[in-house]
């Protein structure tokens, strides 16, 4: 297996993270760790994009084109949908309160 990059987050050390290849091309890579915070990077290890979360990242995943990505987190009705082609973040409020 050839090492593309590495991903050298100091927030990350120790703690569990979660990560996503964006599906179809596989230009995008998310990854959350215990920061509250979605990073996608590209094929070349540079950050495009991040997403503030007011929780723990609950799950991730892109659709089945991988045009967009979309994060549910703790502590949110949201849901948080980043757009590889615009390389913008919208929110969609679910209805769902939490407690």
Same mark, same amino acid.
């Given at each position: 297996?050839?090492?593309?990059?590495?991903?050298?987050?100091?927030?990350? =050390?120790?703690?569990?993270?979660?990560?996503?290849?964006?599906?179809?091309? #596989?230009?995008? %890579? *998310? +990854?959350?760790?215990?920061?509250?915070?979605?990073?996608?990077?590209?094929?070349?290890?540079?950050?495009?994009?991040?997403?503030? =979360?007011?929780?723990?990242?609950?799950?991730?995943?892109?659709?089945?084109? #991988?045009?967009? %990505? *979309? +994060?549910?987190?703790?502590?949110?009705?949201?849901?948080?949908?980043?757009?590889?082609?615009?390389?913008?973040?919208?929110?969609?409020?679910?209805?769902?309160?939490?407690?």
């Amino acid at each position: 297996m050839k090492r593309i990059f590495s991903l050298l987050e100091k927030t990350w =050390l120790g703690a569990p993270i979660q990560f996503a290849w964006q599906k179809t091309s #596989g230009n995008y %890579l *998310a +990854v959350t760790g215990a920061d509250y915070i979605v990073k996608i990077f590209d094929r070349h290890g540079q950050k495009r994009s991040e997403i503030n =979360l007011p929780g723990n990242c609950v799950a991730m995943d892109w659709d089945k084109d #991988g045009d967009v %990505l *979309a +994060v549910i987190a703790e502590k949110s009705s949201c849901i948080y949908l980043w757009d590889a082609n615009t390389n913008k973040t919208s929110q969609l409020d679910n209805g769902m309160r939490h407690k």
